[in-house]
């Protein structure tokens, strides 16, 4: 299996702009989750997928970021209007039923200038 | 209070050196507990689960501590290529696992 697939793996964008980073979990896997790493912050987590259905969004830090999975091999994490504070290492994480590991995506590197 | 909490660090300890740190839990109902490493510009990946008796796995010792809510970590002998951050997460409910934000560690020569 090649694991969690994101793209794209690094991002840098002006204030304003659209960004939509995508996420390719494990195949079989039936949790998807996104986070953000920030060294102020640390590693929160945004939202998370049961079977393609968003479970808990608390994590999503305003109306600006919008998540979707339109099926069990996809899902983005879009953010219109970036911002410069949004720039952070977004991670797309997968794991199974009652699998308690979770595997992690490369990462997107996001940068907005 | 956050739900996990770890000392940032960093911890800088010779090569060959023990060392340990906690991390602390504030949702006394948490079941699950691991310890996580993530390599500089990498993603995390799973160290070792973290059992009730506590568990071993080589070098690496992880026990559990119900009553003070925190788990700990303990490197013995430790090598260059343990540098890492080291996060510690706490399985929440309905999958939702919370991670703190990582103990950094440099071994040097």
């Known amino acids: 299996d090649a694991g969690v697939i994101q793209s794209p793996r690094h991002e840098v964008t002006e204030m304003g702009q659209e960004v939509t980073l995508r996420c390719k979990p494990i195949s079989g896997h039936d949790y998807l989750f996104w986070y953000r790493q920030t060294m102020m912050r640390g590693l929160e987590l945004l939202i998370y997928f049961n079977n393609n259905v968003p479970i808990d969004d608390s994590g999503m830090p305003e109306d600006r970021f919008s998540a979707k999975m339109p099926n069990a091999s996809f899902s983005t994490l879009k953010i219109q209007p970036s911002e410069p504070r949004d720039s952070a290492v977004y991670f797309c994480?997968?794991?199974?039923?009652?699998?308690?590991?979770?595997?992690f995506g490369p990462g997107t590197r996001l940068t907005v200038t | 209070r956050k739900e996990v909490e770890q000392d940032p660090g960093p911890f800088n300890v010779p090569e060959g050196a023990t060392v340990a740190f906690n991390c602390t839990y504030s949702n006394s109902a948490s079941q699950s507990f691991f310890w996580y490493r993530q390599d500089c510009r990498k993603e995390p990946k799973l160290l070792m689960s973290?059992?009730?008796s506590g568990n071993e796995d080589g070098r690496f010792t992880a026990q559990l501590n119900r009553a003070s809510q925190y788990i700990s970590l303990l490197i013995r002998d430790s090598k260059l290529s343990d540098s890492a951050t080291y996060l510690c997460a706490v399985y929440s409910s309905a999958s939702k696992i919370i991670f703190g934000s990582g103990t950094r560690l440099s071994i040097r020569p």
């Open positions: 973290v059992y009730s």
């Open positions: 994480a997968s794991t199974g039923q009652g699998d308690y590991e979770q595997y």
